[in-house]
């Protein structure tokens, strides 16, 4: 049997496995690495107040310290995509929240502003593959009807790791001096590293990419214990796989390439409209999401909030979140990722525009549970959609692309950058006003350009791209599944 055979062999028997426990017990560690990096993520937005008052920074001064570590991530996030579609999905996520973890301490001993901007801009490297790894382990494990329901849960992590800061903040803050206590906060934040442990010993490599390597011992290995655990539970046999011709077709096509050619190939059709759609589409989502995890408790205060009430509305605020994921990827199988992703990101850019609007803080409150509940909700199918643009052996890279230049370069780092300069000119009513219109002009291109992925296999996905699948939906089981 040729590589590409037992690829594509290996692809179906994924395929017709259920969700199981071997599922839940994937999806559960992956997303205990997603706890580990929101917490890192969310701890600035904590500190933030503190050191601008300290070392009395100018706007653009917070600006920089804001984006820092998404500049470490957008510059991190392509090298680290096409690393994990040479080296392995495992490999690199156990890198990465070491990297985070030990800049994250690193950063508690800062002398100055300056050094703390560079070890966040460090740590950005490392936050890098661990926000993209656990997606792309997840979405080349499960089949494809369950793929977005468990990118749901993925990022109902990331919720979940975004309560820590504001909670962890209300604990540690008020208790120590204002120099003592951001540096205590970094310490404590940086501790979950130990979960690296846990990572090593438990989280499987993914199966399609052992296999599209040529390691498929290892691959064998994975599928068939899952296999066996699945008919021991059921007391059935698993039906035998069935490889399409054209899936074995696209697997064939798609062989791993060298990095350069793997770059290059999303910038060329048939990938060139998708990329540049998927870019403004992770702008829309992560320019909302970086004003709301950066901002949410300095906009509070400086609306003349104690420190406190502001760490208690973010931490309701970082609460709404999560029911916003769980809904977003159940919803997502049941009408698709591209109305959804247009379901949830409009009303985000009104919530967006009516908190810059008001100045009340309960109806700041509420406008801003409705900002985050939608803006950061669409994320659990939108990071699926967009892993789904691109065939196995470059989707990391793919995905790194997308997520680099338009949610952490542009959304995460200009945007963030220019934020509290806007908000100084301007005030943040206007500054609100112009973060929605981008957002929802950004989400029409995505919604037009962007192809849906709705409950297709990957291999049927590969196939359509290469032009092999002329099947009609009817026909066709991975697509009428």
């Known amino acids: 049997m040729t590589t590409d055979s037992r690829a594509a062999d290996l692809a179906a028997r994924l395929q017709r496995i259920p969700t199981s426990r071997a599922s839940w017990i994937l999806v559960i560690l992956a997303a205990g690495a997603l706890v580990v990096e929101a917490l890192d993520i969310g701890s600035l937005s904590i500190i933030l107040p503190g050191v601008k008052s300290l070392w009395h920074l100018a706007p653009s001064q917070v600006g920089m310290l804001a984006a820092s570590s998404a500049l470490g991530i957008a510059i991190g996030m392509i090298p680290a995509g096409r690393l994990a579609d040479r080296f392995g999905r495992k490999r690199l996520l156990i890198g990465g929240v070491l990297w985070f973890c030990a800049g994250t301490m690193l950063s508690a ?32 494990f499960v089949s494809a009807t369950t793929r977005t329901a468990f990118a749901g849960l993925l990022e109902t992590a990331l919720g979940v790791g975004y309560l820590l800061p504001p909670l962890l903040g209300i604990l540690v803050m008020p208790h120590f001096a204002p120099d003592v206590a951001w540096r205590v906060f970094l310490v404590i934040a940086g501790l979950p590293v130990v979960y690296v442990g846990v990572i090593i010993h438990y989280l499987p490599e993914s199966p399609r990419w052992l296999s599209r390597v040529g390691r498929h011992a290892e691959a064998e290995a994975i599928v068939s214990r899952v296999e066996r655990q699945v008919e021991a539970a059921t007391g059935r046999k698993l039906p035998d796989p069935v490889v399409a011709p054209e899936v074995l077709a696209a697997v064939a096509l798609h062989r791993p390439s060298p990095t350069l050619a793997a770059l290059g190939t999303v910038w060329r059709p048939p990938y060139l409209v998708r990329t540049v759609a998927m870019i403004c589409g992770a702008l829309s989502t992560f320019s909302m999401f970086y004003v709301g995890v950066n901002y949410i408790p300095s906009l509070f205060i400086e609306r003349h909030m104690a ?107 200009v945007w963030t950058m220019l934020f509290p300069v806007i908000v100084a000119a301007y005030g943040i009513a206007d500054t609100m006003a112009i973060l929605a219109v981008m957002a929802i002009v950004a989400t029409l291109i995505v919604t037009l350009f962007a192809p849906e992925t709705y409950r297709r296999s990957v291999e049927d996905l590969e196939a359509t791209t290469a032009g092999l699948d002329n099947r009609s939906d009817a026909t066709n089981p991975a697509r009428a599944a």
Not at 111 to 116: D, G, H, K, Q, R
Not at 117 to 124: A, M, N, Q, Y
Not at 339 to 359: D, M, N, R, S
């Open 109 to 140: 001993v800062s002398p100055n502003y300056a050094s703390l901007v560079l070890l966040r801009f460090l740590s950005g490297f490392g936050m890098a593959p661990a926000f993209i790894m656990p997606y792309a382990i997840v979405s080349e």
């Open 307 to 413: 420190m406190t009430s502001a760490f208690m509305f973010t931490l309701v605020i970082a609460a709404v979140q999560i029911p916003g994921k769980m809904l977003n990827g159940l919803l997502a199988e049941l009408v698709g990722r591209k109305k959804i992703y247009l379901i949830y990101t409009i009303p985000a850019a009104i919530g967006a525009y009516e908190f810059g609007q008001t100045t009340e803080p309960y109806a700041m409150l509420g406008w801003a549970c409705l900002f985050l509940f939608c803006a950061s909700g669409s994320a659990p199918s939108y990071k699926m959609w967009y892993a789904e643009q691109y065939p196995t052996p470059i989707r990391a890279t793919g995905q790194a692309t997308v997520e680099a230049i338009g949610g952490r370069l542009i959304g995460g780092v």
